[in-house]
């Protein structure tokens, strides 16, 4: 209940940040996909309409982690990324349980919320939800392309985010990566890399396919990525679990910044 009590602003940015997320990629893929709208109408090409899509959801990652919760927050919105950042000491047990709970609520409420509004065109088999489900490569394939796009994205992370000249564009780099995974990646798993954004798209959708790829190969791919980053520089080359951390928001993680009096990169509890 302490932590609870001390960081509940830092867990209901996480779930606001998912939100967020799941809102846009709802209503982003409605407008290159749903049948009627104008926009699918003036583009046939599927390359151009994922690439676009790639785009959007990438400046939409881009704008959460510079955003000025995304700056307390450490902008993870991604259950495995969590969960990758207490492996590697930087999070405390009870801030990953509770920033876990509220990456899962927050997408489902997202989602929920459009669903509310755009009811008829989420639904619509054009968008089905906005489902990750594998592609006609099947299962295996998908296993294949989530681990591979988890452990990309998370070695990216570690090595950008501690690299001092690099680590302000971490999310930078962040939203070119989820820009590219979209547009290559997607036709053969559906372009996941988080179990919270699959389940929160599961549940209205009563769509359960292969959903175990989408909880196991991504915390496999960004486990295997902080094994590879902690041979190459050491657990200690690990600073902070912020993707950006160039900011005077408060810290509430096992902060190397902190530890070294390195205070003009984001406060302390």
Same mark, same amino acid.
């Given at each position: 209940?302490?932590?609870?009590?001390?960081?509940?602003?830092?867990? #209901?940015? +996480?779930?606001? $940040?998912? $939100?967020? #997320?799941?809102?846009?990629?709802?209503?982003?893929?409605?407008?290159? +996909?749903?049948? /009627?709208?104008?926009?699918?109408?003036?583009?046939?090409?599927? @390359?151009?309409?994922?690439?676009?899509?790639?785009?959007?959801?990438?400046?939409?990652?881009?704008?959460?982690?510079?955003?000025?919760?995304?700056?307390?927050?450490?902008?993870?919105?991604?259950?495995?990324?969590? #969960? /990758?950042?207490?492996?590697?000491?930087?999070?405390?047990?009870?801030?990953?349980?509770?920033?876990?709970?509220?990456?899962?609520?927050? $997408?489902? !409420?997202?989602?929920?919320?459009?669903?509310?509004?755009?009811?008829?065109?989420?639904?619509?088999?054009?968008?089905?939800?906005?489902?990750?489900?594998?592609? /006609?490569?099947?299962?295996?394939?998908?296993?294949?392309?989530?681990?591979? !796009?988890?452990?990309?994205?998370?070695?990216?992370?570690? #090595?950008?985010?501690?690299?001092? %000249?690099?680590?302000?564009?971490?999310?930078?780099?962040? $939203?070119?990566?989820?820009? /590219?995974?979209?547009?290559?990646?997607?036709?053969?798993?559906?372009?996941?890399?988080?179990?919270?954004?699959?389940?929160?798209?599961?549940?209205?959708?009563?769509?359960?396919?292969?959903?175990?790829?989408?909880?196991?190969?991504? @915390?496999?791919?960004?486990? @295997?990525?902080?094994?590879?980053?902690?041979?190459?520089?050491?657990?200690?080359?690990?600073?902070?679990? %912020?993707?950006?951390?160039?900011?005077?928001?408060?810290?509430?993680?096992?902060?190397?910044?902190?530890?070294?009096?390195?205070?003009?990169?984001?406060?302390?509890?």
């Amino acid at each position: 209940m302490q932590a609870l009590r001390k960081h509940y602003p830092e867990y #209901f940015m +996480e779930a606001a $940040g998912l $939100g967020i #997320f799941m809102i846009s990629a709802a209503v982003v893929t409605t407008l290159l +996909e749903y049948p /009627t709208s104008p926009i699918r109408q003036a583009i046939s090409d599927p @390359l151009l309409r994922r690439f676009i899509i790639g785009v959007a959801m990438g400046l939409t990652a881009i704008c959460i982690v510079y955003s000025p919760w995304g700056k307390q927050s450490g902008a993870h919105i991604n259950p495995v990324v969590t #969960f /990758t950042f207490f492996r590697l000491g930087k999070i405390k047990a009870w801030d990953a349980f509770f920033y876990i709970l509220a990456q899962f609520l927050g $997408g489902l !409420i997202g989602l929920i919320l459009t669903l509310v509004v755009f009811k008829n065109a989420i639904t619509d088999p054009s968008v089905n939800y906005v489902v990750t489900i594998p592609g /006609t490569g099947g299962v295996s394939v998908a296993f294949l392309a989530e681990l591979v !796009i988890s452990f990309g994205v998370m070695l990216m992370i570690l #090595f950008v985010s501690n690299t001092p %000249k690099l680590a302000p564009f971490t999310g930078i780099f962040a $939203g070119v990566l989820i820009a /590219t995974y979209i547009t290559i990646e997607a036709p053969l798993s559906g372009m996941s890399m988080n179990p919270a954004r699959t389940l929160a798209s599961a549940i209205p959708s009563q769509n359960w396919t292969a959903i175990w790829v989408y909880f196991t190969a991504p @915390l496999l791919g960004m486990l @295997l990525a902080a094994e590879v980053y902690v041979r190459l520089k050491g657990q200690r080359a690990v600073r902070c679990a %912020k993707l950006h951390h160039h900011n005077n928001k408060r810290c509430i993680f096992r902060c190397g910044y902190r530890q070294n009096g390195e205070w003009g990169m984001g406060h302390g509890e």
